[in-house]
């Protein structure tokens, strides 16, 4: 809740209605200032009837050359275009502004004459000297006047941590057109492109009802400054910079600021050691502190540069003293309050880490983190793996938080707790020295009483089984934990109330009852889980035995295409033959019907030669008509003997006709007998054929 409270009070994104602010004043440093800083919401302010007259301090002479009055007739012909009072305009001196009386008196006279509610000045955060002047000044005489309720900083050379926005959407072309009125200025940088895209920015995450789909496409930022509270809570409360933002609500700025975190670990002088400090070294979170208790009683391994930057103080570094568990860990505590009183604004947070295991590299950022939001808590622990000597993973504690169940039992690894230093010396909690053993359950249960642990969700540290020596595991050593964990439930009870008793009891009664349900609910989801595995089992059987069917199939599939392949290759050849007898035949009838166009051919010219002697003769006797009669006596005989000449010439020419007419009586019959050929099924199987083998 509070990492809410304070994101939405140092990044809302809230829009403040120009009707809110009541009668304002501007007051800038130079002609143009109140344009391009505020000239959106002095626009609005204006169709309100709520822009007081702007007051501008200088003409601005220094950016010019000739007509040293230029800006200041560029700035009232910039405040005609946005309708907004006719500018004041004061000759101080450009770059001659000081923080002095007169200066806050001038803002201060104008306030009250104008009974001003809401003063617009140049951010605080402004890079010229007469900005931060015109700044300082106003803000003090609105400090002092009796009217004047809020102040807004407004950006004009330089970016600030804004918490008020203007939306300007519908007067943002009649500002872009206004700074355009100052030419002397724009060739000297691109004002209106700058203010352009700074509007473009402050409107991101914006959105107005009044706005197509809601969202705001130019926005003004100004930082406002409840006058009230100022004066209440002083200066820094009125700077528009991050670091003073983050320091009004008790945020660090530097790692200086955050809290200490001291790493605290029981060496037994070991190899794996080296693994630990780099698992510290490599943590995101910064302070972090070292202190190692060398508990071999021998002297401790040289560490040199390996944590680099982090400082590392040895306790027994030579070995004079033999430490068992308790005792290192109680040496660590004493080293750690002897830091701490030298700190004693700052005594910080402590994590315990034993040689052999590892922290990840945001296991100390995500325990500070929990407990930041978790204020009332001693401590805060997260998850942690626990893993044998390959490596592999043997389980996970990572239990939600109850204080009755650490009673009952230690689920907390010592390296998954980050807890208050102050919580531990202010009750003078120490380890039992008496135990060898589960000491540090007891030194956990007494500092939850306290104030109880937070859980943080997730691993982040690893607990290596193998390497450690406390022999808590073996049941035939003195150290085997159920002895100890009985003495320690022993002493819980002696020391508890029979309120405590049955709470505790309660819980665990409680607890027992729903692990009862979970195995139950557990050994129901297992005999569902085997007969899903049954079943799945018979579905494997019946794919299987569908896949035995399926190569059948595809075995006989594939007989039957190679026997297809088989009979279309021999009909293949089959027709491959008769196409080729056809063929032979249809050659030789070719040869025939040839032939007997020949004769046919030689019997029309015989024809056509007996006509044309015909003709010849015709002719003759025409020619020889005339003499006929007189040569008629003479020719008797010759006559008589060319009729008989005629007669035979007759019968032989009856002769021809009767084989003209038997040819063409075969001929006829050769054609039909041709034609049965092609309408007969084999001829259209061997065209077929020879179309289909490119033959025409």
């Known amino acids: ?149 809020r102040v807004m900083f407004y950006e004009d050379g330089a970016t600030m941590h804004p918490n008020c926005w203007i939306d300007i959407d519908s007067v943002s072309e009649l500002k872009w057109k206004a700074i355009g009125c100052f030419a002397s200025q724009l060739q000297h940088e691109a004002y209106a492109e700058m203010a352009t895209a700074l509007s473009r920015v402050r409107a991101f995450g914006l959105r107005s009802g009044s706005t197509d789909q809601g969202k705001v496409q130019h926005a003004e930022a100004y930082f406002q400054v409840d006058m009230a509270t100022y004066r209440a809570r002083g200066p820094l409360f009125a700077l528009p910079q991050w670091p003073w933002v983050r320091q009004r609500f008790n945020l660090a700025n530097d790692p200086a600021q955050l809290p200490m975190v001291t790493v605290l670990i029981r060496s037994m002088n070991r190899p794996c050691l080296i693994e630990g400090l780099a698992s510290v070294a490599a943590q995101t979170y910064r302070p972090i502190r070292l202190i190692i208790a060398n508990a071999s009683g021998t002297p401790h391994q040289r560490l040199g540069n390996l944590l680099e930057s982090i400082p590392l103080q040895i306790i027994n570094e030579n070995g004079e003293v033999h430490f068992k568990r308790a005792q290192a860990a109680n040496a660590l505590l004493d080293a750690l309050q002897r830091l701490t009183a030298a700190d004693s604004q700052n005594p910080g947070l402590a994590l315990f880490l034993d040689d052999d295991d590892l922290i990840d590299p945001d296991h100390i950022e995500r325990l500070v983190a929990t407990l930041e939001r978790s204020p009332q808590s001693s401590a805060a622990y997260a998850g942690v793996r626990m893993i044998d000597e390959s490596g592999a993973l043997i389980g996970e504690y990572d239990l939600a938080w109850s204080y009755d169940r650490l009673v009952g039992i230690n689920y907390i690894p010592i390296h998954a707790v980050l807890f208050r230093v102050e919580a531990v010396f202010r009750k003078a909690i120490r380890f039992n020295e008496d135990l060898p053993v589960l000491e540090d359950w007891a030194f956990w249960r007494t500092l939850a009483a306290e104030g109880g642990f937070t859980h943080c969700p997730g691993t982040s540290a690893t607990y290596r089984q193998a390497l450690g020596k406390s022999h808590v595991s073996d049941q035939s050593h003195e150290h085997y934990w159920r002895q100890w964990h009985r003495k320690l439930i022993e002493e819980a009870v002696a020391d508890a109330s029979a309120d405590d008793l049955s709470r505790c009891l309660q819980w665990h009664a409680l607890a027992l009852d729903e692990s009862r349900l979970q195995l139950a609910a557990r050994d129901v989801k297992e005999r569902q889980l085997e007969e899903t595995v049954k079943k799945l089992a018979a579905y494997e059987g019946r794919i299987a035995e569908l896949e035995r069917q399926i190569d059948a199939q595809h075995l006989e599939s594939d007989r039957s295409n190679a026997y297809l392949k088989a009979a279309e290759a021999s009909l293949a050849q089959v027709l491959s033959e008769q196409e080729a007898q056809l063929s032979k035949q249809a050659l030789v009838y070719e040869r025939e019907l040839k032939n007997l166009q020949s004769e046919l051919s030689g019997e029309a010219q015989k024809v056509v030669a007996l006509q044309a002697q015909l003709q010849d003769v015709s002719q003759l006797a025409q020619r020889n008509f005339q003499t006929a009669s007189e040569l008629q006596a003479q020719l008797a005989d010759e006559q008589a003997r060319h009729q008989s000449q005629m007669a035979d010439e007759q019968a032989r020419s009856a002769e021809q006709s009767l084989q003209i007419e038997q040819s063409r009586r075969e001929v006829q019959q050769l054609k039909a007998a041709l034609l049965q050929i092609h309408q007969s099924k084999g001829w259209r199987l061997i065209q077929g054929l020879k179309r289909s083998i490119g033959r025409s």
Do not use: K, W
């Open 1 to 149: 809740m509070r990492d809410r409270a304070i994101e939405s009070e140092v990044y809302r994104r809230v829009l403040t209605e120009a009707s809110e602010l009541g009668r304002t004043l501007c007051v800038a440093p130079h002609p143009d200032d109140e344009i391009l800083g505020c000239g959106g919401l002095l626009t609005l302010l204006a169709r309100l009837d709520l822009a007081m007259p702007s007051l501008i301090l200088t003409r601005g002479e220094h950016a010019i050359e000739g007509d040293r009055n230029l800006r200041e007739q560029e700035s009232r012909q910039a405040a005609s275009c946005l309708g907004l009072p006719e500018p004041m305009f004061r000759d101080l001196g450009d770059r001659q502004l000081r923080f002095e009386p007169s200066l806050i008196e001038l803002i201060g006279q104008t306030l009250s004459e104008l009974s001003v509610d809401t003063l617009l000045l140049p951010a605080l955060s402004e890079p010229h000297p007469d900005h931060q002047v015109c700044a300082l000044a106003g803000l003090a005489a609105a400090s002092a006047s009796s009217t004047c309720l």
